[in-house]
Nanobody
Framework: QVQLVESGGGSVEAGGSLRLSCAAS????????MGWFRQAPGEEREGLAL????????YYADSVKGRFTISQDKAKKTVYLQMNSLKPEDTAVYYC????????????????????WGKGTLVTISS
């Protein structure tokens, strides 16, 4: 089992930045695919970014490409999501997720492939 704990959510004004963190613990050795998803009120959950932790390859949804960056600190078993130029429509609960094995860009739209989920952290962007 893998446990994921998100942090870093909060309220900022449009145009601002936030950095989310996802700390992983437990049997992380084979969970090489880490990702960030979000769910806005009344909306379905959507994938934002994925990172294959072994090779460092990252994938992004078109909606956040160029504004969000996923990265990792392997020693801390922590994955980050740097979010810049935030917009009110970025308001959502943000979830960290992990999958065993190798992941590809199609995982962004196929959340059922993720094996473990955090409880989420709320991000609110005011206009």
């Amino acid at each position: 089992q893998v446990q994921l704990v998100e942090s870093g959510g909060g309220s900022v004004e449009a145009g601002g930045s936030l950095r989310l963190s996802c700390a992983a613990s437990g049997d992380t050795a084979n969970s090489n695919c880490m990702g960030w998803f979000r769910q806005a009120p009344g909306e379905e959950r959507e994938g934002l970014a994925l990172l294959y932790t072994d090779g460092g390859t990252a994938y992004y949804a078109d909606s956040v490409k160029g504004r969000f960056t996923i990265s990792q600190d392997k020693a801390k078993k922590t994955v980050y999501l740097q979010m810049n130029s935030l917009k009110p429509e970025d308001t959502a609960v943000y979830y960290c997720a992990a999958a065993r094995g190798v992941c590809g860009p199609h995982y962004i739209s196929q959340e059922y492939r993720m094996d473990y989920w955090g409880k989420g952290t709320l991000v609110t962007i005011s206009s």
